[in-house]
């Protein structure tokens, strides 16, 4: 029958016959035809086809003009309708720690009351397997605001109920807590007389003894009982952090609080060509040490001279470019330590008759002080870094924004691009800043839903006027903000599809109940294309690679995934089941979702 039907053949296959390239062209590795092909350029183009050559994209257009670029090696895949986009890049993580909560003991994120609570942790201390060497049991996975009823408060008696003897680790999913039992305190030498340290706190009871609760820097102070990894055990972290960030398309991101170990672990993949995603890491400076702008400076040069492997190439690499400032903790309850402008609610009434009023509380100081914050942010951009600062609430954003103010007064010049992350709480007045300042607001879409942590952990103590104004997605697109997306992961789960959901509709998943069935507050959810640029175009724009990913156009690296379904296209709720049938990153394929895509898997690191 001729060539048509030879074509049609191989076209059902998946995998065509090759057919030879047009003269004056030089054929690619691989062509894909017949796709939904989602460009994310400046005008969000849909293509039918694209060609990859050498890790990069030789053309992108219409079937015709895609077979002068078949030879007789290329692959040829049919897409069959299928959309394609730019690789996911998840603008603020913290990797390591996300393969860690992957290992050990976990409380998987769920809403527990006070006896379930007490089961799981007592089922882990019952496997020697899951302590580590030194006897401590560490939990991770707590979702402290989402404990059941709302209000719980946990101490280190709870945990000693559990096990006096042994030192017990409680870490919460957001990071900013954790809980020890008394063994562990005494491990670590906390004691009533112990004092809190700069941008951390030892919750004390009204006796004045430790309750076994540290928020935020403090919680430093048990690494002698939770001591870090061997170097091969954080590498066996990283190769589960990367496993799962294949799986769910993300071809780079930011860890938006590197140390040293997280440093060492992705770099060693690397060299051993196990790196899958472009790694991009921002070194942290300590509140403490924030007035020492030259020693900070010469900190962070050392680390990136050891580390940063220079332009990006094809194949996954490493910088450090960026620098992690945490301006606030978080403004969920109970812990309220995120800054804020207006003073939090208490509660003047009973708890079965609760009269909400404002208290004398912004939660904690300044982490960085404006007198301090100005001259560091300027010495950091002038030393060729990007600042990344966590700011949770309106004080603490509105502290970095003026940050960002000082830097443009005194460097009008400077090329730098200023992320502040997650933004749950923007004054008003702040909203319209962002964009002349360049600032961009990195924010987990996943958080702008009713949830325990929105609803019951929360909203009364930021008073009514604030909990309708949480989460400002739609006030800072409306006033041009360049935002980007970060999963801040494992602060949640890992699912990079049911965020960008919830960022389109503002509302939970089915099955967590009628009590979280509505949106968030009165403002609508993004459209899907500004979702999808938030998360590809936009966050490479806060990493510097946005000259070479987050769009599929010529030319650019072949950073893209293929998706079972068309998320431009089926009803909004449907997006978040999403799965990612294949992740290609510069040209190699380092997942195939149960070989679905007819194409010869890459050798390291892939699936």
Not at 61 to 83: E, K
Not at 110 to 127: G, K, M
Not at 438 to 454: H, I, N, R
Request: glycine share 10%; proline share 8%.
């Amino acid at each position: 029958m001729g060539l048509p039907f030879r074509h049609a053949v191989c076209m059902a296959a998946l995998l065509s016959c090759a057919a030879p390239a047009m003269a004056g062209t030089v054929p690619a590795d691989i062509v894909f035809t017949n796709g939904y092909i989602y460009s994310v350029d400046k005008k969000d183009h849909v293509y039918q086809a694209l060609a990859v050559r050498d890790g990069r994209i030789a053309y992108v257009g219409g079937n015709a003009r895609a077979a002068r670029y078949v030879g007789p090696a290329t692959q040829r895949v049919d897409l069959g309708g299928r959309m394609m986009m730019p690789g996911l890049v998840d603008g603020h993580m913290h990797p390591l720690e996300g393969g860690k909560s992957l290992m050990g003991c976990s409380l998987d994120y769920l809403p527990l009351t006070h006896d379930e609570f007490s089961q799981r942790v007592r089922a882990c201390t019952a496997n020697p397997a899951l302590r580590r060497p030194n006897g401590t049991l560490v939990v991770r996975g707590w979702f402290q605001e989402a404990m059941k009823p709302a209000g719980v408060r946990l101490t280190k008696a709870d945990l000693d109920r559990i096990d006096a003897r042994r030192p017990i680790v409680v870490r919460s999913t957001f990071g900013h807590t954790t809980l020890v039992n008394s063994a562990a305190l005494r491990m670590a030498g906390i004691t009533a007389a112990t004092k809190s340290p700069a941008g951390g706190e030892i919750v004390h009871d009204a006796r004045g003894q430790p309750t076994g609760v540290l928020e935020d820097v403090a919680q430093d102070l048990v690494e002698r009982v939770d001591p870090p990894l061997s170097a091969d055990e954080n590498v066996q972290a990283a190769r589960a952090s990367l496993a799962a960030m294949r799986e769910q398309g993300i071809t780079g991101f930011l860890d938006a609080w590197a140390l040293e170990s997280d440093l060492s672990s992705y770099t060693a993949l690397q060299k051993s060509g196990e790196l899958t995603a472009r790694a991009h890491f921002a070194p942290l400076v300590e509140p403490a040490t924030g007035a020492d702008v030259a020693g900070n400076v010469q900190r962070l040069k050392a680390i990136a001279a050891q580390y940063d492997q220079g332009p990006t190439g094809v194949d996954p690499g490493i910088t450090v470019r960026n620098v992690k400032f945490f301006m606030d903790g978080v403004i969920a309850a109970p812990e309220l330590t995120g800054r804020v402008l207006q003073p939090y609610y208490v509660n003047a009434g009973t708890k079965g008759a609760p009269h909400w009023v404002p208290g004398t509380s912004l939660g904690p100081d300044p982490y960085f002080p404006p007198a301090i914050l100005g001259p560091l942010l300027q010495g950091v951009v002038q030393a060729g870094f990007d600042p990344h600062m966590h700011a949770d609430g309106d004080g603490a954003v509105h502290i970095a924004l003026d940050g960002v103010q000082y830097v443009r007064d005194h460097l009008p010049h400077a090329d730098f691009r200023p992320a502040i992350a997650h933004d749950e709480l923007v004054s008003p007045a702040d909203v319209p800043r962002y964009r002349p300042l360049g600032a961009v607001p990195v924010l987990s879409f996943q958080w702008e839903k009713e949830g325990p942590d929105t609803v019951d952990a929360g909203r009364d103590f930021l008073g009514p006027e604030r909990a309708k104004a949480m989460e400002p997605a739609w006030p800072l697109y409306k006033a041009g903000a360049r935002i980007a997306y970060g999963s801040d992961w494992p602060v949640d789960r890992l699912n990079e599809w049911f965020a960008l959901k919830v960022g389109v509709t503002r509302t939970n998943a089915p099955e967590a109940g009628e009590k979280y069935a509505h949106p968030l507050g009165d403002a609508p959810g993004l459209p899907r294309p500004e979702v999808l640029r938030a998360i590809t175009m936009n966050s490479s724009w806060e990493l510097r690679s946005d000259t070479q990913t987050g769009s599929l156009e010529r030319g650019k690296l072949a950073d893209l995934i293929v998706l079972d379904r068309n998320v431009m296209q089926v009803p909004a709720a449907d997006i978040a089941n999403t799965k990612v049938l294949l992740t290609m990153v510069g040209g190699r394929v380092v997942y195939n979702r149960d070989g679905t895509i007819a194409l010869k898997a890459a050798t390291g690191g892939a699936r």
